[in-house]
């Protein structure tokens, strides 16, 4: 039936009739990309709301779904690593697209230890630095331009393998120490993520040009050990989000030149939204900001770092194992010597160990929209939902 769908759907000049079929990794991704899409069509999503994008298990339905699709965006392996081998095997004629990887993507590496002060590091893979955080106001009119100029975008034709060079991927992460399994923060089925011991190699896609280190051989792995490990969570930047969408309306604009302009315009208001979407956050976390809080574990740096909302430390390196007396102890100590009143947890994770820290408030916060309607204005309700429990916790 696919293949009719392929006769049919092309016409005598190469391109798309029809509107792609898309598959998409996690909630909040998925909301960007239905709201790119808008009337044209309903993008799928594999990984529904509540589950672990770590370690999950596809119903038929979503394999069959990613199967069919002729676009799949997803946040790459460090995030979701079992997702690339089911995209090779079930939808290796599609595009997919490791968003994380992308060169607009502001990336921040993974915070370590118990304790940790508010970080400096660039945004991006190379780009310009977004560290000042209060000039959202009237510099969002730049990104509002997307309708007709992405045209440096559309160097798509045979070179999409490309973008996947960047996501073989971010498995590595898991073994620089203990302090980095804060990639492990949404589940319980995160023993999977821990198999990928010495496999460095795909480190040097992304740093600063380790290609002088390649001829190396078996000493590769001594220059690896001071390589950038990146945080997956980039989906809590907004400004992801809006540099995303200018990159989802160029792909589907590819495959459905028909309805590029639609795209576009889509695209353009979205970034309209993500204007008054910071702004309504601003609002909110401003009157805390600089109030000291912990985190269960380092899930929300693209958040905190966006917003200037920058938490002092993390109580568990992972949510699959409870943390180290040490580790506790360390924690307990700042929290003491700074005042902090707050912790934020997720549903999945057992309040009890927070009583080690003393006296402090808990709040809840869902960074995947577990409890969200899926759809376009899932996004948008995620990071106010956040704000308002962090501001909610530090009052």
């Known amino acids: 039936m696919r293949n009719l769908v392929v006769i049919f759907g092309v016409c005598a000049n190469g391109a798309w009739a029809e509107v792609p079929r898309v598959s998409v990794d996690i909630a909040p991704v998925h909301s960007i990309v239905a709201a790119v899409m808008g009337e044209l069509g309903q993008p799928d999503l594999i990984v529904p709301p509540g589950a672990s994008p770590h370690g999950y298990s596809m119903r038929p339905s979503e394999a069959r779904a990613l199967d069919q699709a002729d ?43 118990a304790t940790f002060e ?19 106001g009237d510099d969002h009119d730049d990104h509002d331009d997307h309708g007709d100029d992405h045209d440096d975008h559309d160097d798509h034709g045979d070179d999409h393998d490309d973008h996947d060079d960047h996501g073989d991927d971010h498995d590595d992460h898991d073994d620089h120490g203990d302090d980095h399994d804060d990639h492990d923060d949404h589940g319980d089925d995160h023993d999977d993520l821990d198999d990928h011991g010495d496999d460095h190699d795909d480190h040097d896609d992304h740093g600063d040009d380790h290609d002088d280190h390649d001829d190396h ?46 795209y576009a315009r889509n695209a353009a208001a979205f970034s309209n939204s993500i204007n008054e979407l910071t702004d309504e956050v601003e609002a909110i976390v401003g009157p805390i900001r600089g109030r000291p809080f912990v985190v269960f574990h380092d899930a929300y740096h693209y958040f905190e770092h966006r917003f200037d909302v920058e938490a002092v430390g993390a109580i568990s390196a992972t949510d699959a194992a409870a943390p180290s007396a040490a580790r506790v102890s360390e924690l307990r100590d700042k929290v003491a010597s700074l005042g902090a009143v707050c912790a934020l947890t997720e ?33 948008g309700q995620l990071l106010t939902n956040m704000a308002a429990s962090i501001s909610n916790c530090l009052k």
């Open 118 to 136: 508010a970080d400096d590091h660039d945004h991006g893979h190379g780009g310009d630095d977004h560290d000042d955080h209060d000039d959202h």
């Open 347 to 379: 549903p999945q994770f057992n309040p009890a160990i927070l009583d080690a820290l003393g006296e402090v408030k808990l709040g809840e916060v869902d960074p995947l929209g577990a409890t969200l309607e899926v759809g376009p204005d899932l996004y």
């Open 217 to 262: 051989g078996d000493d590769h792995d001594d220059h690896d050990d001071h390589a950038e490990v990146v945080d997956p969570h980039a989906w809590l930047d907004p400004e992801n989000a809006r540099a995303w969408a200018a990159v989802i309306a160029d792909e589907l604009s590819v495959m459905d030149p028909d309805n590029a302009a639609e």
């Open 71 to 113: 676009l799949v965006f997803w946040m790459g392996s460090g995030l979701s690593p079992w997702l690339e081998g089911s995209i090779e095997s079930l939808a290796g004629d599609a595009t997919a697209l490791d968003l994380l990887a992308r060169p607009e993507t502001q990336v921040l590496e993974v915070r370590d230890g």
